[in-house]
Each structure stands twice: as C-alpha cells, then as structure tokens.
C-alpha cells in the first residue's frame, strides 16, 4: 500500500528557515509530480510549488526566492526548503504526488495521486 507523509514542520521566528519533507513508501516505482499546498486558518488550499518529473518546477509569486523544490531519488522523496519565513506562510502544509507503483490486486503498474496528512508550519516571535 502506497503512502505519502510530510514531515519538518514547526515554530519558527520570522526570517528563520525549515525544510519540509514529503516521502512515499510502498511498491514504488516512480514518484513522478509532486505538488506542495498550504492551507492556513480560514482560508481555501493553495498551491506552493511543484516538481515535475522531469525537473520543471512552479512557485507561487508568494514563495519565489525563498521557497526551494527539490528531489531524493534515493529517500524517495521531495523535499520544500523554505528560507526567510514570513508569518503569512503559518499554515498547514500538505504534499500530493503523482506516484506509479506496483498495483499488487492487479498484478501490473498503475499511477495514482495520494496526499499526505498535512504538517504544520508556524511562523511567529
């Protein structure tokens, strides 16, 4: 079975830095893209940035310069640096990936999407 789980959140005073990870585990083959959405108190789910399988990458205006995507192939795993934090980035941050994996009841390779349960950011002095 397939999961997906965020982990690194937590308080941190304005300016500082955390790197979030979101890791797959289960039969993998590969995890192809991986989209990190926040969601703060009161507001809907944005989108933050995104990794292709390929390399290509997306930032929200918000987070371009400071907010960094990145791959482990090995970890299976896609990692969000997130540099000079502000208090707006206080949310809960969640990972969802595009991942092709050994569907074991079909005995062949399927891809599906799986979020993760969320971890959460809080920025605040």
């Known amino acids: 079975q397939v999961q997906v789980v965020e982990s690194g959140g937590g308080l941190v005073q304005p300016g500082g830095s955390l790197r979030l990870s979101c890791a797959a585990s289960?039969?993998?083959?590969?995890?192809?893209?991986v989209y990190w959405y926040r969601q703060a108190p009161g507001k809907e789910r944005e989108l933050v940035a995104t990794?292709?399988?390929?390399?290509?990458?997306y930032y929200a205006d918000s987070v371009k310069g400071r907010f960094t995507i990145t791959r482990d192939n090995f970890k299976k795993a896609v990692n969000l640096q997130m540099n000079s934090l502000k208090t707006e980035d206080t949310a809960v941050y969640y990972c969802?990936?595009?991942?092709?994996?050994?569907?074991?009841?079909?005995?062949?390779?399927?891809?599906?999407?799986?979020w993760g349960q969320g971890t959460q950011v809080t920025v605040s002095s």
């Open positions: 969802y990936a595009d991942i092709t994996h050994l569907d074991i009841g079909k005995g062949r390779e399927t891809t599906a999407s799986y």
């Open positions: 289960g039969p993998i083959s590969s995890i192809n893209t």
């Open positions: 990794l292709g399988s390929i390399g290509t990458t």
